[in-house]
C-alpha cells in the first residue's frame, strides 16, 4: 500500500508539471531578470561637491584663521582663559576636519595636506629637540620640517599637555618657547587650510581648474581624473568605506587590543586633548553626511541614499540606520561618567562597549562594501 501511494502521488505530480507546460515545452525558458535601475545623478553630484565636500573644507579654512587669532591673543597675553580659547578653537578646527575623512581624496591627498596637518603619532622626542633649538618658529621654517611636529597634534600636545591624568593644562606650564612655537604652527596650519579650501574653488594645480568642477563634470574636455559620473560615486562610496574601515580597524582596533592588558594608550589618536571619541564619530558623522547628502542640520538635499533608493529603497533605509547606529556605540563608548577612550580601552565595562561599537562598524562596513558598492554595475548610466 506505501508503494502505491508514492506511485500515486509521483504520477499525479508528472500530471501536474505537463499540464503547466513540462519537460521539452518552451515555455519553461526562464524569462531574464533585469535587475538594472536608472538614476539621474548630476544633482546628487554637484550636492555633495558643493554642499557637503567644498563647505566642509570652507569652514575648515574658516576655523583654521579662527584658530590663528585664539593662538596670537594667547602668546600676546597668556591668561589661562585665553589659552581655554585656543582649546577651543583647535577642537572646532578638528570637527570639519575629522568629518571631511569621509571623502580624503583629490588635493588633500594630492598635495600632501593630510600628513601636513593630521600626522600621527606626534614624534615628542623631536618635538623636545626642537623646543630646546628656540632658534625660531616662523611658519616658512616649520614647513620645512617633518610632519611629525607640526598639525593638528602637535599643537594638541601644546595646548592640553600628555593627557595621562588630565587633559587640563595650566598656564603656568605654557613655556615661552612653547607658545612661540604653537603661533607657528597655527600660521602653518591656516595656510594649509587654505590652500586646500582654494584647490577645489579656484584651482588644484595652478592651472585655474577648481577640482569641486572636475568632480562635477566628468567626461569634460581635459578632465583626466573623471572620465564618467560612476568614478565619482565610485570615489564617494570608497571614500564612506575607507573611513569606517579605519575608525573600526585602526583608530579603535590598534590601540584596543586582544585584552586589557595588551591595550595600548600610546596609539590612541588625539589622546593629549581626550578628544578622541569626538574624532570618531565625527569620522563617521562625516559618512552620514555624505550619506544623506548634507552636512548636520542643513537642507535635506540628495546624497548616496538617494542613489541606494533607486535601486533598493530597503537597503536605503537599512545602510542609513546602521550609520546612526554606529555613531551611537561609538559615542557610548563614554559610557555614564563620560571615560576618555584611552581609560576606556583597559576598563573591563569600556571594553564591552568598544567592542560593541567595533561590531557596529564592522556591520556598517560589510553593507556599504557587500550591497552598496555592487550597486555601481547595475546602474544604467
Known amino acids: 500500500m506505501k508503494q502505491l501511494k508514492y506511485s500515486a502521488i509521483a504520477i499525479a505530480l508528472i500530471s501536474t508539471l505537463a499540464a503547466c507546460g513540462g519537460s521539452g515545452s518552451d515555455d519553461t525558458t526562464p524569462t531574464p531578470v533585469d535587475d538594472k535601475f536608472e538614476f539621474a545623478a548630476t544633482e546628487m553630484i554637484t550636492n555633495l561637491t558643493d554642499d557637503v565636500i567644498i563647505s566642509g573644507y570652507a569652514s575648515l579654512a574658516t576655523k583654521g584663521e579662527e584658530m590663528l587669532l585664539a593662538t596670537q591673543t594667547l602668546v600676546a597675553n597668556k591668561t589661562q582663559a585665553n589659552l581655554l580659547a585656543a582649546q577651543e578653537a583647535w577642537k572646532a578646527a578638528r570637527l570639519p576636519w575629522e568629518q571631511g575623512e569621509s571623502h580624503i581624496f583629490g588635493p588633500v591627498d594630492s598635495l600632501g595636506i593630510d600628513p601636513h596637518l593630521d600626522s600621527w603619532p606626534l614624534n615628542t622626542t623631536d618635538l623636545t629637540t626642537v623646543l630646546a633649538s ?111 574601515d579605519e575608525v573600526g580597524n585602526g583608530k579603535i582596533a590598534d590601540p584596543f587590543g586582544t585584552s586589557a592588558a595588551t591595550a595600548d594608550t600610546s596609539k590612541v589618536e588625539s589622546q593629549y586633548s581626550w578628544n578622541s571619541l569626538t574624532d570618531f564619530s565625527d569620522n563617521i558623522i562625516g559618512v552620514r553626511n555624505v550619506y544623506q547628502g548634507e552636512l548636520t542640520g542643513a537642507a535635506d538635499k540628495q546624497g548616496i541614499i538617494d542613489f541606494v533608493k533607486a535601486a533598493d529603497e530597503v537597503l536605503a533605509l537599512r545602510v542609513g540606520s546602521e550609520i546612526d547606529d554606529a555613531i551611537i556605540k561609538v559615542k557610548a563608548i563614554s559610557g555614564s561618567n563620560n571615560m576618555p577612550f584611552r581609560q576606556a580601552i583597559s576598563d573591563a565595562e569600556g571594553r564591552v562597549r568598544v567592542q560593541t561599537a567595533v561590531d557596529a562598524l564592522t556591520k556598517l562596513q560589510t553593507s556599504l562594501e557587500s550591497d552598496v558598492l555592487p550597486l555601481l554595475s547595475k546602474w544604467k548610466v
Do not use: C
Request: hydrophobic share 35%.
Open 134 to 244: 628656540n632658534a625660531g618658529f616662523d611658519a616658512e621654517t616649520i614647513k620645512g620640517w617633518n610632519d611629525d611636529v607640526q598639525g593638528f597634534h602637535t599643537m594638541e600636545y601644546l595646548l592640553f599637555g600628555d593627557g595621562v591624568a588630565d587633559n587640563e593644562k595650566a598656564i603656568a606650564e605654557l613655556t615661552q618657547a612653547e607658545s612661540e612655537y604653537l603661533m607657528g604652527l597655527a600660521e602653518v596650519f591656516r595656510d594649509y587650510t587654505k590652500t586646500l579650501d582654494d584647490a577645489w574653488q579656484i584651482s588644484h594645480d595652478g592651472s585655474g581648474k577648481a577640482y569641486g568642477e572636475l568632480v562635477k563634470t566628468p567626461g569634460s574636455e581635459g578632465n583626466t581624473f573623471y572620465s564618467s559620473q560612476v568614478g565619482v560615486i565610485e570615489e564617494l562610496i570608497n571614500g564612506m568605506i575607507g573611513i569606517v
